[in-house]
């Protein structure tokens, strides 16, 4: 007797179901990838921007100054060099003693401890250069910077164990809370922050040294990176022969967008260093290091728009007489340009992050100047941020993670502008 033939439809639906369950099994690890990811992604946000957003406050005390011409020894105030040389902290000190009404040098000693002297006597001078011949010989109101262990302390006030108390006396503590009460302290927003360069101490630094490097850093980048990757991209597409030498080199190109930023900052160390001499901690070595480190990656972005260009372009463009340079830069280049923009901005993101680099030409210094122009010495905003959390107080890491969250909203900014850019200059065909 011979066996029944089992035809292909119920082959198949015999294996439907299996098919089905692990059709649902894979997507179910792919959601189950993706809400890991986000997960992550928001577990980092919420840790940085919880630790961040509180260094864009601190606390201030108001006090009452006295702008004595003698006790500031400045007798002229038209003279500059006297009004940056005035004895300012003389009068911060004794704002703070009339304030807190002490008069034993013990008591002066702890009223001291509890304010910024030298950070709020930068605000004063801040002030006479502006309007010296006004407020010589006032009295005035003043919102001091008080101390960091200060601004500490009251931040984090009702947390478990009551965090930084441990460094106030009982009636340093007396003091602060009576002027809490008062409102005479109070959070206000740190203006310092993005006003001031770096400092030694926390509550006095900020990111505008770091933020002026990174800006000369990128204008040199995008001086050089821009007009070279365009030009290599264009020959190596439109001019240049097929062989083995232009075959090298596209190799190599996607090679060096793989290496490890640090190669381009050994480079960097040993070509621009030790062979030109060019001085270290500079915008414009760090721009030379990183045009070498984005020019992979704008001369690739670049070709793949000059590839995308119809070659019914080109024809046309031939055909009604136009030369090679012609036909590629009135008609190829143009419609080329949006992508080249997007991968230009794209690397230039790429170098806003990027610190390895920039640590091996030495813009890791500690240097509270912010820079005038491309040859002063400069660091960096990932630099900056690399220094603060390197530092064991806990103002610069509070402050080190705002950085965070403004060169996160920087590499945004960019990043949206590419997109940007993209969808808006772009032409479909």
């Given at each position: 007797m011979t066996k029944p033939e089992i035809k292909t439809i119920d082959k198949v639906n015999r294996t439907l179901g299996k098919r089905y369950r692990a059709e649902k099994r894979f997507r179910l690890y792919g959601m189950l990838s993706i809400g890991f990811g986000l997960l992550c992604v928001l577990f980092l946000f919420t840790n940085i921007i919880g630790k961040g957003l509180s260094g864009f406050t601190y606390h201030y005390l108001q006090i009452s100054v006295e702008m004595d011409a003698t006790t500031l020894e400045i007798s002229d105030t038209s003279d500059l060099n006297q009004i940056l040389a005035g004895n300012y902290s003389a009068v911060v000190k004794r704002g703070a003693y009339e304030y807190f009404d002490v008069s034993s040098r013990r008591d002066k000693s702890a009223a001291r401890k509890l304010l910024s002297v030298d950070g709020t006597g930068y605000l004063l001078q801040d002030r006479f250069k502006v309007d010296a011949k006004e407020i010589i010989n006032t009295k005035s109101m003043v919102w001091a910077l008080v101390d960091d262990k200060v601004d500490f302390y009251l931040k984090r006030l009702g947390e478990p164990g009551e965090p930084g108390k441990h460094e106030f006396s009982e009636k340093q503590l007396q003091w602060i809370h009576a002027a809490v009460e008062s409102g005479d302290l109070q959070k206000r927003f740190n203006w310092a922050f993005f006003n001031n360069g770096d400092s030694a101490h926390s509550e006095e630094a900020g990111i505008r040294g770091a933020v002026m490097g990174s800006f000369y850093l990128l204008l040199v980048t995008l001086a050089l990176s821009f007009p070279i990757g365009i030009a290599t991209a264009?020959?190596?597409?439109?001019?240049?022969?097929?062989?083995?030498?232009?075959?090298?080199?596209?190799?190599?190109?996607?090679?060096?967008?793989?290496?490890?930023?640090?190669?381009?900052?050994?480079?960097?160390?040993?070509?621009?260093?030790?062979?030109?001499?060019?001085?270290?901690?500079?915008?414009?070595?760090?721009?030379?290091?990183?045009?070498?480190?984005?020019?992979?990656?704008?001369?690739?972005?670049?070709?793949?728009?000059?590839?995308?260009?119809?070659?019914?372009?080109?024809?046309?463009?031939?055909?009604?007489?136009?030369?090679?340079?012609?036909?590629?830069?009135?008609?190829?280049?143009?419609?080329?340009?949006?992508?080249?923009?997007?991968?230009?901005?794209?690397?230039?993101?790429?170098?806003?992050?990027?610190?390895?680099?920039?640590?091996?030409i030495g813009m890791a210094a500690f240097i509270p100047e912010v820079p005038t122009g491309v040859s002063d010495p400069a660091t960096a905003l990932p630099m900056q941020i690399f220094q603060w959390f390197r530092n064991a107080d806990a103002g610069f890491s509070e402050k080190a993670s705002a950085a965070i969250l403004v060169l996160l909203m920087f590499l945004i900014v960019m990043n949206t502008l590419a997109v940007w850019a993209r969808r808006r200059l772009e032409r479909r065909w």
């Open positions: 264009i020959y190596l597409e439109e001019y240049a022969p097929k062989n083995k030498w232009t075959d090298l080199i596209e190799v190599n190109i996607n090679n060096l967008a793989a290496v490890p930023s640090i190669i381009f900052g050994l480079l960097g160390l040993a070509i621009f260093l030790a062979f030109f001499g060019f001085p270290r901690s500079t915008p414009l070595v760090g721009g030379f290091v990183l045009t070498l480190m984005t020019l992979p990656t704008i001369i690739i972005s670049s070709r793949a728009s000059i590839k995308a260009v119809p070659p019914s372009i080109r024809e046309a463009a031939y055909g009604l007489g136009s030369s090679k340079m012609q036909v590629t830069l009135h008609h190829v280049l143009p419609l080329a340009m949006p992508g080249m923009l997007t991968g230009t901005i794209i690397g230039l993101a790429q170098a806003l992050g990027e610190s390895a680099p920039l640590l091996m």
